[in-house]
């Protein structure tokens, strides 16, 4: 991962935590609020009920005193009559303009009862007003008749003044909860309500599913005093409990204010966050992108030249700006590279001039050796008094040292040429093996050494077959050197691999020293070998790699030794390497 992705992901993290963290902040605090609001507002529902509780119960409770003074009122008391009694009540109930009318002899027992609902039962009435006339002095009651509820005022009929307290009858009078007023007390409160009768529902303002799962679920949220989250049909509720009466039946109504209300707002809320955090964090990212770019595009350019560097190439601009710490470093790099160039050019200098003094030391002590040769067996060739056996052993020693001349001006002339001066043509590296080994062969010295070579067939390739029989010949030679005259073996495997093939040239012989190991390619290197002139690895290398393959020294040991050839089965364009001795050197 780049510097500047690594920067970016950082700030993004960062931004994106403090963003995250800051909208749960806001979240939470906002959610406290218009929670502690929305008991609030339930505590302001609640008392708008009592408010308009207590104005309904004096209003009722006054209308129940003069209907009580009324004088037709005590006259159709003092009847007994049921009959009349319940006959006259009609217009009286007509006039009081309530929901319920209840006329009750000094007894107790209801004598009339007239209702807006045909079905308010006779005996729960009776049994209400029955259980209502123990607690005096209570100016309203509530009543339950079946699946009415009343909310009433008893008030005695006297005949005659209060003070003879002279009772001739009751008289109640109710106003029902209906559905009308649940919807007017619930508009007023701005609230759900729920109205209940001991433990039966009697009047609500919900749903029919949620009416039915309050049933079912809900008879302990009525047992809370104080504001308690309830969830009713998945819509959650916050509800608090008002008791109305206690006697003759417990009436309770419960104030339920929605919270899911409030949270689609802080749902609203949160997208609204969520989206100005993504902008935030997108011009943030943005912002970031162009300062990193600022900061990290000059250590770009440095790494660049850093890697172009590491290939050679001194040439690649790198440029600074500024007075900063990486302008600086840019500066410094740059003096560095310059300093660099101009030690690798003095130390190619240095290399060649050594090249050449190897060379030269190698070539005149070589060819000074031959030279001898020639002029000694010239003298000797020069007296008469020899044989003709001594003669032609003198000629065969000068044809020697000529040839091994010729073979070393060979080697300097193919280290000198490039790859255009192969000859291609279509065959296989097969056989210049074969041609390589029945060359070895014809030494005597290396008659009694086993060559084997393993062949899997192969396709053939553009191939300089003369060349690479020059460098199997000298690969065979130095193997045929190392091992055993008596007991040495060399095997020569021929695979192909995907588009290339791979030759392995292994012998049995005393393997190289690991100090030598890296210094056997380089040019004039010759090690425990009297007539050696250095070259032939070197050649050996320089022509497959002309052909764009590759040789290199795979294993040595005390057991042996394996060179591994690799050949294109296809021509390849070369490319230029600088090995560690400043020499240049084609590879594929």
């Not at 190897?358 to 003298?379: T, V």
């Not at 065979?476 to 030759?503: H, R, T, W, Y």
Request: aromatic residues 6%.
């Amino acid at each position: 991962m780049s510097l500047r992705a690594k920067y970016l992901l950082a700030l993004l993290l960062i931004s994106g935590g403090l963003t995250t963290a800051s909208l749960v902040v806001v979240r939470r605090v906002v959610t406290s609020h218009i929670r502690a609001q929305i008991v609030q507002d339930l505590q302001n529902s609640v008392a708008t009920f009592q408010n308009v509780q207590r104005q309904r119960e004096s209003t009722l409770a006054h209308s129940a005193e003069l209907m009580a003074d009324l004088p037709i009122v005590r006259a159709l008391m003092t009847t007994q009559h049921a009959a009349t009694i319940q006959d006259a009540s009609t217009g009286l109930w007509r006039t009081s303009g309530s929901d319920l009318l209840v006329l009750a002899d000094v007894g107790g027992n209801v004598m009339a009862l007239q209702s807006n609902s045909v079905d308010v039962p006779l005996a729960e009435a009776q049994q209400e007003l029955s259980q209502s006339m123990a607690p005096p002095g209570t100016p309203t009651l509530w009543w339950s008749c079946g699946r009415h509820l009343f909310q009433v005022a008893v008030r005695p009929i006297y005949l005659g003044a209060k003070e003879l307290n002279h009772v001739v009858g009751f008289l109640a009078l109710g106003s029902e909860i209906d559905e009308k007023v649940a919807r007017e007390l619930s508009e007023v409160a701005a609230s759900q309500v729920i109205f209940r009768a001991g433990d039966r529902l009697v009047r609500t303002t919900l749903t029919p599913a949620q009416e039915t799962e309050l049933e079912t679920n809900g008879s302990a949220a009525f047992a809370v005093g104080r504001p308690k989250e309830i969830q009713l049909n998945n819509e959650r509720f916050l509800a608090r409990e008002v008791r109305l009466s206690t006697t003759p039946v417990a009436v309770r109504l419960m104030v339920l204010k929605s919270l899911d209300q409030s949270s689609w707002f802080i749902s609203h809320l949160d997208r609204v966050l969520l989206g100005l955090g993504a902008i935030a964090l997108l011009i943030g990212a943005g912002l970031v992108w162009i300062i990193s770019r600022t900061i990290t595009q000059p250590l770009r350019l440095l790494v660049a030249g850093v890697r172009a560097l590491g290939k050679s190439d001194f040439e690649f601009p790198v440029s600074h700006y500024g007075r900063d710490e990486v302008a600086e470093l840019t500066s410094a790099f740059g003096r560095m590279r310059a300093d660099l160039q101009q030690s690798q050019r003095r130390l190619i200098d240095s290399e060649r001039l050594a090249t050449i003094g190897r060379m030269a030391s190698s070539i005149s002590h070589d060819l000074r050796h031959h030279l001898s040769a020639i002029i000694a067996n010239a003298e000797f060739l020069s007296d008469d008094r020899r044989r003709s056996s001594e003669r032609e052993e003198l000629y065969e020693e000068i044809q020697t040292a000529v040839h091994q001349m010729n073979e070393l001006i060979d080697s300097l002339l193919e280290f000198s040429r490039t790859r255009e001066s192969l000859r291609l043509s279509p065959s296989r590296p097969e056989q210049a093996i074969r041609a390589a080994i029945s060359t070895i062969r014809l030494r005597p010295e290396f008659r009694n050494i086993g060559i084997e070579m393993g062949l899997h067939e192969t396709v053939e390739g553009e191939y300089d077959i003369r060349k690479l029989e020059r460098v199997f010949h000298n690969l065979l030679l130095n193997a045929c050197e190392a091992v055993s005259p008596s007991a040495g073996q060399v095997k020569i495997d021929v695979f192909e691999n995907k588009n290339e093939i791979e030759i392995r040239l292994s012998d049995n012989g005393r393997g190289i020293p690991a100090y030598l190991q890296q210094r056997i390619f380089e040019p004039f290197f010759t090690q425990g070998k009297a007539n050696g002139t250095g070259l032939g690895l070197t050649v050996a290398q320089k022509i497959v790699e002309d052909h764009g393959g590759d040789l290199r020294l795979e294993k040595s040991s005390s057991k042996g030794t394996t060179f591994l050839v690799v050949l294109p089965l296809g021509p390849k364009e070369p490319r230029v390497n600088f090995g560690t001795n400043n020499t240049a050197t084609v590879t594929p």
